[in-house]
């Protein structure tokens, strides 16, 4: 069964400029949620989606945004980016929402904003 | 709020021996789950083991088990037996209402097994 993919793996970027990330689940996994991990904060959350609709959400400022298809694939945004949004974005899966499904993690995007 | 600390940025462990990584949480509320996970240089993250907060037994997952002490509020991770592929940050994690979701992590703890 492969694993959680994420789409690209490294990522150079302006300021001012947007991103989109890709997340692909495992296959049967519906929920799938968002982490940034920076040498100064550390692993955030940044938000759950599940069948189509975001369940949880962190503390991030609007610029953050994602979305999630009826194949359970997620996308996350980043617009206006800023030199502090170099980061490792990871994704994670799991089967449903059942608070105690165990989370998968894929390998992150590494983004870097020049 | 929840909050996770772990004090010890690295460790370094003889091949064979046992480890103790520590981990102390803070919060208000009366249902949660702790977890640890490793994350090697690769970058993913692996969950490795999982303890609810109404649960009376330490939880344990091969040579993984955690140390839960709730009135401590302490969720220590031991790992005996350390092999070098151990080797990797290890870090721990809590959630809400014992959902292995909306994680608030720790620092982390850089272990690296001598052989």
């Known amino acids: 069964k492969a694993g959680v993919t994420q789409t690209p793996r490294y990522l150079i970027k302006t300021r001012g400029q947007q991103v989109t990330l890709s997340c692909s689940p495992i296959?049967?996994?519906?929920?799938v949620s968002w982490y940034q991990q920076t040498p100064g904060q550390g692993l955030q959350f940044l938000f759950e989606?599940?069948?189509?609709?975001?369940?949880n959400k962190g503390n991030f400022p609007g610029r953050f945004s994602g979305r999630q298809f009826s194949n359970s694939r997620s996308e996350m945004n980043v617009s206006t980016l800023e030199l502090g949004d170099s980061a490792l974005y990871l994704c994670?899966?799991?089967?449903?929402?059942?608070?105690?499904?165990?989370?998968?993690f894929g390998p992150g995007t590494r983004l870097t904003v020049l | 709020a929840q909050k996770i600390t772990q004090t010890q940025p690295g460790m370094f462990v003889q091949e064979k021996e046992a480890v103790t990584l520590d981990c102390t949480y803070d919060t208000s509320d009366p249902s949660y789950g702790l977890f640890w996970y490793k994350q090697p240089s690769s970058g993913e993250m692996i969950f490795l083991i999982y303890q609810g907060s109404y649960d009376q037994q330490n939880a344990t997952e091969g040579r993984y088990s955690l140390n839960f002490q709730k009135a401590r509020k302490s969720a220590n991770l031991v790992i005996s037996a350390s092999q070098l592929g151990n080797s990797a940050m290890y870090f721990c994690?809590?959630?809400?209402?014992?959902?292995?979701?909306?994680?608030?992590f720790g620092t982390g703890t850089r272990l690296t097994i001598i052989p």
């Open positions: 994690a809590m959630s809400p209402n014992f959902g292995n979701e909306k994680l608030t």
């Open positions: 989606y599940f069948s189509e609709t975001q369940r």
């Open positions: 994670a899966s799991k089967t449903s929402g059942e608070p105690t499904d165990t989370q998968y």
């Open positions: 296959s049967g996994h519906r929920s």
